[in-house]
């Protein structure tokens, strides 16, 4: 992309920007004509796939989250990679790319590179994304874990930023991901509880308390308007809990 | 009280009783409507506000150079623009138009432009440089209560203040700020007249009102300003107030043109009165058997930093803090107070809806330490006519089917079905948080009591004229269509009146007909119905008694079953009635609170079925069945409306729907976070109506508009107490109140 131009996909966090006046982009370049960017082919997500794709055709965990993005019209329109240029630590799509160790494809006229999620994700609404690239993928990795459950919390049923995201996945050997959205500046993953179920077969209750416990000590979440620290803190371990007896069952 | 003329329903096709389509309904459907937003002039420019970034800063200069400065701005006017009056107010004018020496609440109005199109009107009003001294915001109402920075004091003792009850419940319960949110925003046209005047099409609730303070704040003659009703999308009490009523006169004054303002979501947030902050402190004394011996308490409300409606409010909240309930003993003291918080007024139910989610948790805390089933104690206690107001004294004469009421909510069969299957059916929805096994479901009741129509003898009356033309009858108003449904209702009091088929409602501007009052208080069928159903009659008799008639229909008079006129003949006549109603007279009460202070009354019940995650706090409202004391059932589709739409509203005080305020400062100005209920937080609705003759509203009708919206919260409420043991003082409900404690 060119010296100070702004990537309009479905415009659903970008117009919202303009029309509050916090951005006046001077060059914006439209990107839905950019065919290459709607492709998806394998763990391969172009960076235009619409929410509605992705609830139809996306991994278990990543349909659960499209879901629940804004209302059909915006799931119509808003995209991934435009869920991953914004980067807001409330990104429906985001723990999903955490918990799997997703990497984000870049391209620009002096070639393509990729960045690790966590390499790529570097504060509230930052990233390591320079300005004359454009995020032309999302690459998921060969192999999914078989059990992977979402879980987003909001004061409303539907059409809510949530105050606390959750993605849990465990692999046949027991290799368990848990991550978090809103909670932190940025997507984490809560590493110690990973680690202490990782290692545990068929988890008891003292496991899944301890487990929780952990989930809730790893996030660092702040009061505002939308809730309070203490509940995000408390939640979190109970959604963790919830989502990985689920993909226990 | 005056006597009450029972007025027959002439047989006609669309008229009372029935519920045909509404004439606005497929056009708003289609999206054809003409709203506010929609107004359209040739040359016009379009208005925008300059507003203060701070609740409360005294202005050191204001330079509008810059603005001007821009291409395509017509004016920049300030305080010292306004040639009338300063200040407006719907009760008291302390308002600035715009604000010059001191700001007193975060998006106050400092300066207003007009500009060739919208995005530079925008531009130019970001470009007034006003130089603030940043002052200490007084956002405290203890403080405020203390300095006697108020708005007004209520005082109401009634009966033996020293009796003392078997059985004493203490309660303290807060209310957050609710919005009115309505779809529509603020908008208008000013369009001056060449001659000095002004026609103003603008978004609200009582053209009238804002007829007058454009009069005064402009230092016109009043025949110079005429307010036309116009499309509104949603009032709910936030559009009493002047809000760009008066900055669009002046802009077109000023500059010779038509201009236009639409305010934006986050500047409509700030650009209308809110639902007042409550506090509440409540001692309820029974006896062993049930029988509720004394009420006292304490309600302090926040009016923000100008006087809106907060002194009526007030005693509003006062006035029905005990509830529907016999009481002959009752303290209560009330108090507005002044802050720096966004400015409170006028929102649906008008104080009521704070006291009842009190006055309801305090009657179930009863119930509970007395051993007596929640409905039980409501209706061994129940206010029914010929009792006493248990705060006022005032004698109930019209209809008060309390009893009927709760009877009929608790013979509702409810369905114990259990959490749904449909996962977002249940709390989380599509978040997908909740399963069947982490639900706890919950009961709750709630009753609540309001007055219809004006208050302490303050002279609420309406006109309307109905004509007989080739299009049929016309029925002429200045009374608002808010959405509520009067364009259908007026026509079919009109078609009941007259005997005719043919008729539609048609609003005309301040000049050609005299106020209607306002759209509020759930007053428009019962006072502009009263009038329309007057004039109806009177003239169906004026053109019998001319031709002889025994009998009018569609095809015109008749007498001993022959035709005598044609109803062409008589459409060309031009017969026409005009009628002023007002309904009977209220007195301000005594010292004491007490006096003949309302016109009428209503009565509502609910019961809500919650499911609830008491984990995570999340609460998903399963349904809400409702009992409505409504006096006569003009259309019973347009009530459900009102019903299902004010339960929502209800449900949304509850669990979600609050400005949050910090410093002075709203920190959800947007529906981002500013939570509304969408269709999967809707619950299931089933409504009962309770119709009873004696009301002095057409063909006995009441106001139905407030009730639903005023015990549906508590109900939810109580719900939610049922389900988890949470004490649940506070609404709406946040997860963390729940979850956390
Ligand atoms: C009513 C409403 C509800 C919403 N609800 C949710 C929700 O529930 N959950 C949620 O996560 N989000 C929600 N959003 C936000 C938004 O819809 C999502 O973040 C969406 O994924 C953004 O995608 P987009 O294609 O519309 O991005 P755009 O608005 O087009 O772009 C977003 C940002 O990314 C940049 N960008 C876009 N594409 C590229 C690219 N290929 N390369 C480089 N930069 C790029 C843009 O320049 C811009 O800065 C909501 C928005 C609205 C308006």
Redesign the pocket.
Known sequence: MGEGA???????????EVNFGHTRPENVVA?RRVEE?AQWEGGRIG?GVT?RRLERDGPRALAQAAR????PQ?RN???????V??ASP????LPFLAAVDASIELASESGRRTLRWDDFFIGVKKTA?RPDE??SAIQLPEALPDRQEFAKIGVRNA?V?ATVYCVVTRAEDGETRVALGSVAPTTIRARRAEELISSVASPGEEDLREFARLVSEEVTPITDHRSTEQYRRHSSGVLARRLLERCLR | MTTKTTTRITPAKGGVGESPLRPDGVPKLKGTFEYAQDLHADQMLWGATTRSPHPHARIVSIDVGPALAIGGVHAVLTADDVPGRATFGLEHPDQPVLASDEVRYWGEPVAIVAAEDEPTARLAAAAVRVEYEVLEPNVDGDEAERRDDTFRRMRIRRGDQEVQGEVVVDGYYEVGMQDQAPLGTEAGLAIPDGNGGVDLYATSQFVHVDQEQVVASLGLRPDQVRAHPTGIGGAFGAREDVNLHIHLCLLALYTGKPVKMVYQRSESFTGHVHRHPARMWYRHHANRDGTLIRVEARVVIDGGAYASTTAAVLANACYFSVGPYRCDSVSVDGVGVRTNNPPCGAMRGFGAVQVCFAHEAQMDKLATELGIHPLELRRMNALTTGDHMPTTGQLIETPLPTREVIDSLEAMPIMDDGPPDDVTQLPGGTGLTTEPGDVKRGVGYALGLKNLGFSEGFDDFAQARVRLTEEGAIVETAAIEVGQGLVSVLAQIARSGLGLSRAVVKHVDTSRIESAGSTSASRQTQVSGGATLEAATKLRQRILDAHGGDDLNDSGVWRGGELVVGIEELAEAGWEETVTFRHPPTYAPDEDGQGVVHADFAVAGHRAVVDVDPDLGLVKVHRVDTSQDVGRALNPESIRGQIEGGIMQGVGLAIMEELVIEGGVIKNPNFTDYLLPTILDAPDVEALLIEEDGSWGPFGAKGVGEPPTISSTAAVAAAIRDATGRPVTRVPVRPQDIAIG
Not at chain 1, 68 to 71: D, I, P
């Open positions: 702004t990537a309009l996909a479905g415009g659903t966090d970008l117009m919202v990107l960017l960076a929410w629940t993005v804004g209302s915006i329109a808003g995209t991934l990679g435009g869920n240029g914004t409330a990104g429906d799509g994304r454009l995020i059409m930023i």
